[in-house]
């Protein structure tokens, strides 16, 4: 599965972005996805999820109250919209493909991941 993100950039703290992933594959909606982010010297971590229907969410305590991971299954594509970022938001966001259509929080649990988009927030 290709998956590709857009919409990384540098931004003000206490500005909003938006993250897209477009995946290229028939079977888009019969899987969670997610957004995975990674900073320099930091693990992997996972920001938020989304089941294979959209009907179950996660969001990491970091972002939690001020991201929404809305997906299209018509369009195949995940996005990822983040509020009142802070320079700690920088970092590389990943889009990744679930191996199962139900949220699971582990990163190996994720089977195709895209190249990332780079996200830097200015103090």
């Known amino acids: 599965v290709r998956l590709v993100e857009s919409g990384g950039g540098a931004v003000q703290a206490g500005a909003s972005l938006r993250l897209s992933c477009a995946a290229f594959?028939?079977?888009?909606?019969?899987?969670?996805m997610g957004w995975f982010r990674q900073a320099v010297g930091k693990e992997r971590e996972l920001v938020a999820a989304?089941?294979?229907?959209?009907?179950?969410?996660y969001y990491a305590k970091f972002v939690k109250g001020r991201s929404t991971i809305p997906r299209n299954n018509a369009k195949n594509t995940l996005t990822l919209e983040m509020n009142t970022l802070t320079p700690e938001d920088t970092a590389v966001y990943f889009c990744?493909?679930?191996?199962?259509?139900?949220?699971?929080?582990?990163?190996?649990?994720?089977?195709?991941w895209g190249q990332g988009t780079q996200v830097t927030v200015a103090s």
């Open positions: 594959t028939r079977t888009f909606s019969s899987y969670a």
């Open positions: 990744a493909k679930n191996a199962v259509g139900k949220i699971t929080i582990g990163a190996r649990e994720f089977d195709s």
């Open positions: 989304i089941s294979w229907n959209g009907e179950d969410t």
